[in-house]
């Protein structure tokens, strides 16, 4: 019956630790997998500005990820200032723009984060030489005229007003200003449709590179440039060399002084950390090259001008690409990194739990021999008593030799027998107490 009581015990203790176990397993799983996000989405939507080098970079972008079997949905964006209200919206779908810096920042975008400068996008004003005026009578050259400044929306738009109309170049009383696309504004200044256009957009642009090497049309010097920077410490000058535009014919025919804003590749706070490191990945491949305005390796590069930099882009620029995606192909990397969320937390809770069941199980055997210590105890008290007679010491006796058979017969782990064997001395101690008198 010792025996069955013991069995039943044991299969007790083990069947109550095994549901502790699994439930805290299950519970240290879920919020591992919370507070992880092991899985990367298999789609990620990026925002596109129509016309100039957005798309052709994006496309880019889209291609590399493809390697790894991630698809970049491009939306369509009129521009940056649009695409930074969508981005502040969960249900709008879309995780990553390029963005150039004045744009926004940490207060007005608390949910973005950037990944890195990755370039210069000048501020080019375009306008026909027949307009040319004298350089200090700028608002009477546009005055009456039609210019474009980008669409609605748009960082041309947006930089336009701010930086053009404080020198009085744009005045939006005096000046016909046009919200159009750069497609639409280059083919219009070409034919003669509008006088000036504004673009924000990288030398390697179609639209800009088509305008440079264009007969009767003048890319505007911004004489006033380091006093840009200084007012506005987001934007760079940056110089054009003569020439650079059509050496054949030497367009521009002197150095241009711009003003540029650099890009950022800006993403939502809570886009997965692989997707980021591949976007960074993919950052590097585009964008480290030379180039017009920048040297080889100067970008992307670690600069947080209006957003501050997420956790991934600020680790990758110290460290590199994590671990796991270095020495992995990246669902093998993801795979991996799924597997070390799921084994944390089982470690987490198995290991604890293996230190923890031998010492309740001991405990609860050595609780059940302290049993037929507290019965010893009473015995040896009575018998202590001044009022114990012969009678008595004789009840007592026989009360011994029942607990010692039923130690005899207790059945405890091999490990727990010399409590059993300790209980028996002392039962016979006590005896001896009593036969004495």
Known sequence: MAQRDYTLLFRRYVLVSVIIALALTAAAMWLAFSLFNPTPPRTVSMAVNQGGTSEPVAKRYREILARDRIELRLVPSRGAVESIARMGEPKSGIDVAIIPSGITNQRQSPEL????????????????????????????????????????????????????????????RETNLLALGPQDAVEKLLHGDIDAAVLLDSFESPSVRQLLSAEGIVLANIVRADAFVALYPYLSKVVLPAGVGDMVNNRPPTDVNLV????????????????????????????????????????????????????????????????????????????????????????????????????????????????????????????GSPSTRTSSASDLIARLEQLDDRTSHYRVPVAFRPLLYALRLHIALVRQRLERG
């Open 113 to 172: 984060v950037s990944l890195g400068t990755i370039g210069y996008q000048a501020l080019w004003l375009f306008y026909r030489s027949g307009d040319v005026a004298r350089k200090d009578r700028a608002r009477e050259t546009f005055a009456g005229k039609r210019v474009s400044i980008g669409p609605e929306g748009s960082a041309d738009h947006a930089l336009s007003l701010e930086f053009f109309a404080r020198v009085g170049v744009v005045n939006q």
């Open 260 to 383: 540029a804003p650099k890009a950022s590749l800006i993403v939502r706070r809570d886009l997965h950390p692989a997707i980021q490191y591949l976007l960074l990945q993919a950052a590097t491949e585009i964008h480290s090259g030379p180039g017009v305005f920048r040297r080889a390796g100067q970008f992307p590069a670690p600069e947080s001008l209006d957003l501050p930099l997420s956790d991934e882009a600020a680790q990758f620029y110290k460290t590199g690409r994590p671990f796991l995606q270095r020495h992995l192909p990246f669902w093998l990397a993801v795979l991996a990194q799924q597997l070390l969320v799921v084994l944390i937390p089982v470690l987490a809770v198995l290991y604890p739990m293996l230190k923890f069941i031998p010492a309740a199980y001991g405990w609860a055997m050595r609780r059940r021999v302290y049993r037929l210590y507290r019965e010893l105890k009473l015995i040896e008290d009575q018998a």
